[in-house]
């Protein structure tokens, strides 16, 4: 499939005959950029699981109203965005420099895919800087030391650490440790903002979307509320704490959803 702006990095096999999160997410966001192998593990969620793709909506919606809140209400200039996904507009740089145009951002993933989109990734202001670095969650020396990160962040100032609906995809052996490297990597003042899956809302439901990705090879860690504060271990909880996402600062939009959506949310500040 070939697409405008699409552009394959050379030697990037992006295994395009599996599933992948970032393009199974972006199908259920109503996206382009998904394969049939993606389609098709998308298509059995919706089929189970009756208003996915509005879960799926509000679950990426909440990094708008939490980017906003950020820059708006805490002066937040600069933001790590780990797990970016395939770009959907507004992307976070958007929605942060529409607040100051002068906030830098720094977008990492590790999907191929990702990186063969990054280019729209990379609009921002003139008095701002967007960089685009692959890299993995799971090894946060090595995208930290990216020439891409010192070029466009100031780590001596505070840096908002955004890990927006990807810790579902880890373990928590494989998640806490790289997230408390990176927070300690960031200077007083830096801020955390997550979203994870949980099934603590509706057990039946996530117990058939995690089958369903399971039958594509792709493991989901969904985890209770308390599990989700335990990121926040140390931290400043922002209000009202971690709540199911639409729920956190709802706007009409996320205040229009009925029922409480699969996933908790919540910001916290170093002290
Ligand atoms: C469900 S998408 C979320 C995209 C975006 N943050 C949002 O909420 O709209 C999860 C993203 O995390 C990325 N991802 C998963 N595991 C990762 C890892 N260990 N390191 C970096 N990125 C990862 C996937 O490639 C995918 O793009």
């Known amino acids: 499939m070939t697409e405008p ?16 999160s970032a393009r199974v997410y972006d199908y259920l966001l109503g996206g382009k950029t998904n394969f049939p192998a993606d389609r098709e593990v998308g298509d059995r969620v919706m089929a189970d699981l009756p208003g996915a793709r509005a879960d799926t909506t509000a679950a990426r919606a909440v990094m708008h109203r939490m980017v906003r809140r950020l820059a708006e209400v805490h002066g937040v200039r ?23 145009p002068a906030c830098r951002v720094v977008y990492v993933d590790n999907d191929p895919i990702v990186l063969a989109h990054s280019r729209a990734l990379l609009t921002s202001t003139t008095e701002g800087r967007t960089a685009y ?50 927070l300690d990597a960031l200077p007083a003042g830096s801020f955390l903002a997550l979203t994870a899956g949980t099934a603590d809302v509706a057990p039946e439901r996530m117990d058939k979307a995690t ?61």
């Open 5 to 20: 702006g699409f552009e394959t990095p050379p030697q990037v096999d992006l295994r395009i005959d599996r599933a992948h």
């Open 211 to 271: 089958r369903r990705y399971a039958e594509a090879g792709i493991t989901l860690h969904f985890r209770t509320r308390e599990r989700v504060e335990r990121f926040f271990a140390g931290l400043e909880l922002d209000e009202p704490g971690v709540v199911p996402v639409n729920h956190w600062h709802p706007d009409a939009d996320a205040a229009a959803t009925e029922h409480k959506v699969s996933a908790y949310g919540g910001v916290g500040r170093k002290a």
């Open 133 to 182: 670095v692959h890299g993995d969650l799971q090894e946060p020396e090595q995208f930290l030391a990216d020439p891409g990160v010192a070029a466009t962040l100031d780590l001596s100032q505070p840096v908002a650490l955004t890990l927006i609906n990807i810790v579902h995809f880890l373990s928590d052996e494989a998640a806490h440790p790289p997230v408390r490297k990176i």
């Open 78 to 100: 600069q933001f790590l965005d780990i797990g970016t996904g395939i770009p959907t507009a507004p992307n976070l740089h958007e929605i942060a420099q529409a607040v100051d």
